[in-house]
C-alpha cells in the first residue's frame, strides 16, 4: 500500500476519532453476537466513551494514521492479571484501513512501546469467532495460550474469548 502511516499518542481531543474507529469496527465485526437492541445501544457507547478514557490517561491508547486519516488504535497498559506484563485492552482498525498495512504498522509501534515500557510479556483476548483477528495476531507473533474465557459485554450472555500472548 502507498501511503504514510503515522502512530502516535492518543490526546484527549482524538475522543472523536477513537470513537469512530471503535464503532465501525464493532459494527462490521461483532453484528452477529449480539441482539439489535443491545448491539445498537454498545455501538453508541463505543462511540462516545473515549473522550472519558483519553482524560483518564491511566493506560497507554496509540492512534495510527494513514495519510493523515485516523484509522486504527491500540489500547493497553500493565496487566490486572498478570503481574509485570502487558495486556493490550484493545486493538481495533476501521474497516475502510483493513488491507492497507495500518494495523500492523501500529501493531509494531505498539509493541515498540510496550518494550521500552520494560516490559517482558503482552497477551490480549479476542473472540474465538473472529478468524480474522485470530490471524493478525498470529500473524503479529502472538501465539494462543490454551486460556479461555467467557466475557459478558453488558447483555448478560458470556461470549468465549481466547487468550493470545507474546514473549518479548
Same mark, same amino acid.
Not at 502507498?2 to 470513537?19: I, W, Y
Not at 482524560?55 to 503481574?83: C, E, N
Given at each position: 500500500m502507498n501511503g504514510v502511516f503515522k502512530v502516535f499518542p492518543a490526546a484527549p481531543g482524538d475522543g472523536d476519532a477513537v470513537g469512530e474507529i471503535h464503532a465501525e469496527s464493532w459494527k462490521v465485526a461483532y453484528a452477529g453476537f449480539f441482539p439489535t437492541k443491545f448491539f445498537d445501544h454498545a %455501538?453508541?457507547? @463505543? @462511540?462516545? !466513551?473515549?473522550?472519558? %478514557? &483519553?482524560? +483518564?490517561? !491511566? +493506560? =497507554?491508547?496509540? &492512534?495510527?494514521t494513514l495519510d493523515g486519516r485516523p484509522l486504527a488504535f491500540s489500547y493497553f497498559g500493565s496487566s490486572p492479571a498478570h503481574p509485570e506484563s502487558a495486556e493490550i485492552f484493545g486493538f481495533y482498525g476501521h474497516p475502510d484501513g483493513w488491507g492497507t498495512g495500518v494495523a500492523g504498522a501500529l501493531m509494531a509501534a505498539s509493541l515498540d512501546r510496550i518494550r521500552e515500557e520494560r516490559f517482558g510479556r503482552v497477551h490480549l483476548w =479476542? &473472540?474465538?469467532d473472529t478468524p480474522q483477528s485470530r490471524r493478525f495476531y498470529a500473524k503479529s507473533g502472538f501465539t494462543e495460550s490454551g486460556a479461555v474465557r467467557g466475557h459478558d459485554f453488558g447483555d448478560g450472555n458470556p461470549i468465549e474469548q481466547i487468550e493470545y500472548e507474546l514473549i518479548l
Amino acid at each position: 500500500m502507498n501511503g504514510v502511516f503515522k502512530v502516535f499518542p492518543a490526546a484527549p481531543g482524538d475522543g472523536d476519532a477513537v470513537g469512530e474507529i471503535h464503532a465501525e469496527s464493532w459494527k462490521v465485526a461483532y453484528a452477529g453476537f449480539f441482539p439489535t437492541k443491545f448491539f445498537d445501544h454498545a %455501538v453508541s457507547h @463505543r @462511540r462516545g !466513551k473515549w473522550h472519558g %478514557v &483519553l482524560a +483518564d490517561a !491511566k +493506560d =497507554t491508547i496509540l &492512534l495510527a494514521t494513514l495519510d493523515g486519516r485516523p484509522l486504527a488504535f491500540s489500547y493497553f497498559g500493565s496487566s490486572p492479571a498478570h503481574p509485570e506484563s502487558a495486556e493490550i485492552f484493545g486493538f481495533y482498525g476501521h474497516p475502510d484501513g483493513w488491507g492497507t498495512g495500518v494495523a500492523g504498522a501500529l501493531m509494531a509501534a505498539s509493541l515498540d512501546r510496550i518494550r521500552e515500557e520494560r516490559f517482558g510479556r503482552v497477551h490480549l483476548w =479476542t &473472540l474465538r469467532d473472529t478468524p480474522q483477528s485470530r490471524r493478525f495476531y498470529a500473524k503479529s507473533g502472538f501465539t494462543e495460550s490454551g486460556a479461555v474465557r467467557g466475557h459478558d459485554f453488558g447483555d448478560g450472555n458470556p461470549i468465549e474469548q481466547i487468550e493470545y500472548e507474546l514473549i518479548l
